[in-house]
């Protein structure tokens, strides 16, 4: 009865390959995101799609392109590997919260070493 | 623009004492308020919220009230315990916006 689930765990991979990280919720969520947490612990987002539509976009390499096929599922492509790459990715999902806040549950994470 | 400022860790206490992580932030427009706590190997999970001043969240043993005047959002405990050990985040959320943004994280250690 996971609610948000992540694969792979861990990823190990060489520098210049692609990768795709993915994500699947089953808690009826309309929005979905993504989240890196840098070997410092800091935090930030990434990306967030509503019903499949990319709300939010920060300023991230376009070597990254989320894809998300429905609204219970994220993936993240990440083209051309680098070293600053290597991070945790989280992925979180939520009810769409306008003017409000609706809670952001988030997966296990996917340890990402590019080598 | 939006910001938190976490203070910087880690923190390490005894079981049982009192423990203070301060959160203050900067925003533009009437943000929420939250912690949320990372368990070792886990993802986050929301601990307790504020969504308006003088609001006080509280959860586990956890609080935190939601200070206009100072813009801050200090996390308590009166007493902790070694299962608490964990990195605690402090964020925002402004509404109208999706975008959750958080401090650097602050990582607590209680020992026995």
């Known amino acids: 009865d996971t609610a948000v689930s992540q694969t792979p765990k861990y990823l190990v991979t060489q520098m210049g390959n692609d990768k795709s990280i993915k994500c699947e919720q089953n808690l009826g969520h309309d929005t979905m995101y993504w989240y890196k947490q840098d070997s410092k612990k800091f935090l930030k987002i990434m990306f967030s799609y509503n019903n499949k539509e990319l709300i939010i976009n920060e300023t991230v390499p376009n070597r990254f392109s989320p894809k998300s096929p429905d609204k219970a599922h994220l993936n993240l492509h990440i083209n051309s590997l680098e070293l600053g790459d290597s991070a945790v990715y989280f992925c979180a999902s939520s009810l769409l919260s306008g003017g409000g806040y609706n809670e952001q549950f988030f997966g296990p994470g996917t340890r990402l070493t590019v080598l | 623009g939006n910001s938190v400022t976490q203070m910087e860790g880690p923190v390490t206490l005894s079981e049982e004492a009192f423990l203070t992580i301060n959160c203050t932030y900067t925003?533009?427009?009437?943000?929420?308020l939250f912690w949320y706590v990372q368990y070792p190997g886990e993802g986050l999970q929301l601990l307790l919220k504020a969504t308006k001043a003088d609001d006080k969240g509280s959860n586990k043993g956890f609080e935190a009230t939601y200070r206009k005047e100072t813009t801050s959002f200090h996390l308590e405990k009166g007493s902790v315990q070694v299962s608490d050990s964990a990195v605690y985040f402090c964020a925002l959320k402004v509404g109208g916006s999706e975008k959750l943004v958080f401090g650097k994280g602050t990582k607590l250690t209680v020992n026995p």
């Open positions: 925003a533009t427009g009437y943000p929420s």
